[in-house]
């Protein structure tokens, strides 16, 4: 999700629900795709990452799904647990070494 | 982690005033960046590291400036602080060369400029 001004997009799902978050990235020429997970007070955390020359990559509960022809990125989340519940940022490796952040979508988990 | 440790975690600071944060890295890593985390903006780049006394400008340089004498610090110095630099800072690491170009992140550092 792209945010609009100060607010990111929310998605509320209940708890052991599936969770899609989705993010459109910029960069045609970007090889190398993030998910981070951020909870409040604390700095992101690694979850899954792809490359350019994957369609979709499965971790423990999560999977990364990435459509190059339309740029865009989706983390889906299995069974979806309270301590799911925080801030997820997509990130494009567009140039080098160096990441480009996507603005972050919350995810709450309702019990 | 990662082995990153951010200092000081928290700091309320005068305009006008210098204020230096630092980055610590236990593991060796060769890349090390500087972001600023404002809400709306997702995270941004400040400055970045790709060795010893090799940096570079990232995305949001103005007003601040780094030195990176030693693998393990990296410091960021803000030389007169403004309103405009509250913000929540982040170092990172970067493994690229190592075999992968993930990110880890440490903790943080929260400063407001009063």
């Known amino acids: 999700g792209e945010s609009v001004g100060l607010h990111l997009p929310t998605l509320s799902v209940q708890e052991g629900d599936n969770s899609i978050i989705n993010c459109a990235y910029s960069?045609?020429?970007?090889?190398?795709f993030i998910w981070y997970k951020q909870e409040s007070g604390k700095g992101p955390q690694f979850i899954i990452d792809i490359r350019s020359n994957m369609d979709k990559r499965q971790g423990q509960r999560v999977t990364v799904l990435l459509n190059k022809t339309v740029k865009h990125l989706s983390l889906q989340i299995a069974a979806t647990q309270p301590g799911d519940s925080a801030v997820y940022f997509c990130?494009?490796?567009?140039?080098?070494?160096?990441?480009?952040f996507g603005a972050g979508t919350i995810l709450r988990v309702k019990s | 982690d990662a082995g990153i440790t951010q200092s000081p975690r928290h700091k309320v600071t005068e305009t006008g005033t210098p204020v230096t944060l630092r980055c610590h890295q236990t593991e060796n890593h060769r890349y090390m960046y500087w972001y600023r985390q404002d809400p709306g903006h997702g995270l941004r780049l400040i400055h970045y590291?790709?060795?010893?006394?090799?940096?570079d400008k990232g995305e949001v340089s103005d007003g601040y400036s780094v030195s990176r004498s030693k693998t393990e610090d990296f410091l960021l110095t803000l030389e007169s602080a403004t309103s405009s630099q509250t913000s929540v800072y982040f170092c990172a690491i970067s493994l690229a060369g190592e075999g992968t170009d993930t990110q880890y992140f440490g903790p943080g550092t929260r400063l407001t400029v009063l």
């Open positions: 590291s790709y060795g010893v006394k090799d940096t």
């Open positions: 960069n045609s020429a970007s090889d190398y």
């Open positions: 990130a494009e490796n567009t140039d080098g070494n160096k990441l480009v």
